[in-house]
């Protein structure tokens, strides 16, 4: 079934953006995304809107969010810093799904997801504004996650071993 969806005025913008961010706090995601597609609707390049639709997606992740819809806001973004802290922000949500997860070869996954993430990280730490450690604050979580839990490890090259034949 489908319905004509109705735009929001201009004028409604902030209070939308509010409302979505409330729903955020709340663990709606859900709804904050829908205020978010609203504002886009009539504001494509909003970004705040798109910021707030990007972790709203995040948000999802585990519960049939897909990274792919976070990561197709990703070009949006209009500068160099943003894009790649918030890509950072996506794989450090994927690396946390992956070690809730608790399946065989989660952790590993999850260190994985954690590394891309410090790599965003970092280049988005070469072009922060003045005063914003923001980069910084989230390359120490990850890195902390990783040392506080010795089960978050690469897999080791040579695991996988031939099986020798009697």
């Known amino acids: 079934m489908n319905f004509e969806l109705k735009p ?11 409302k979505a961010e409330r729903y955020r706090l709340i663990n709606e995601p859900d ?3 829908s205020i978010c597609l609203d504002i886009l609707a009539i504001a494509p390049d909003d970004q705040k809107a798109l910021i707030t ?7 999802q992740f585990g519960a049939g969010g897909a990274p792919e819809r976070a990561r197709e806001v990703l070009p ?3 500068g160099e810093y943003e894009r790649a802290y918030y890509a950072g922000i996506v794989w450090e949500r994927i690396a946390h799904k992956q070690r809730r997860s608790a399946t065989l070869g989660s952790n590993s996954t999850a260190y994985h997801s954690f590394s891309e993430a410090m790599s965003f990280y970092e280049r988005a730490e070469k072009l922060r504004p003045a005063a914003n450690d923001d980069a910084i604050l989230r390359w120490n979580t990850c890195a902390r996650i990783i040392m506080n839990n010795p089960s978050i490890r690469p897999l080791p090259q040579d695991e996988i071993q031939p099986i020798l034949s009697e």
């Open 76 to 78: 949006r973004l209009k």
């Open 8 to 18: 929001i005025s201009r004028e409604s913008i902030p209070e939308a953006l509010a």
């Open 53 to 59: 639709l990007l972790l709203a997606r995040t948000d």
């Open 31 to 33: 709804l904050a995304e």
